[in-house]
Nanobody
Framework: QVQLVESGGGLVQAVGALRLSCIVS????????MGWFRQAPGKEREFVST????????YYADSAKGRFTISRDNAKNPVYLQMNSLKPEDAAVYYC????????????????WGQGTQVAVSS
């Protein structure tokens, strides 16, 4: 059984920063490409960022480019999402995801999901 656990959410003021983390259990961490999605109230879940198994390849949604950075430490397991210059529009539940074959930007491509961590941004 593969389980993902996110942490690091909270309340910050606009232009502040947060770092989210995610730990995978049940399989070797380096076997999975990892990703982050988010869902705001009243909106559909949307892609934020993804990183390859080796960490060499990353992709970002247009809304995240230049502000967010995804990274991973295969020796220690966690995948991170560093979020800088946060905007009220970034407020959402952020979900950690994992897939076994490659990076992807579509929700249906990911096999495993965490329960989410809440990010709130005040103006």
């Amino acid at each position: 059984q593969v389980q993902l656990v996110e942490s690091g959410g909270g309340l910050v003021q606009a232009v502040g920063a947060l770092r989210l983390s995610c730990i995978v259990s049940g399989r070797t961490f380096s076997d999975y490409a990892m990703g982050w999605f988010r869902q705001a109230p009243g909106k559909e879940r949307e892609f934020v960022s993804t990183i390859s198994r080796s960490g060499a390849i990353t992709y970002y949604a247009d809304s995240a480019k230049g502000r967010f950075t995804i990274s991973r430490d295969n020796a220690k397991n966690p995948v991170y999402l560093q979020m800088n210059s946060l905007k009220p529009e970034d407020a959402a539940v952020y979900y950690c995801t994992a897939r076994t074959i490659s990076t992807g930007t579509e929700e249906r491509e990911y096999e495993y999901w965490g329960q989410g961590t809440q990010v709130a941004v005040s103006s």
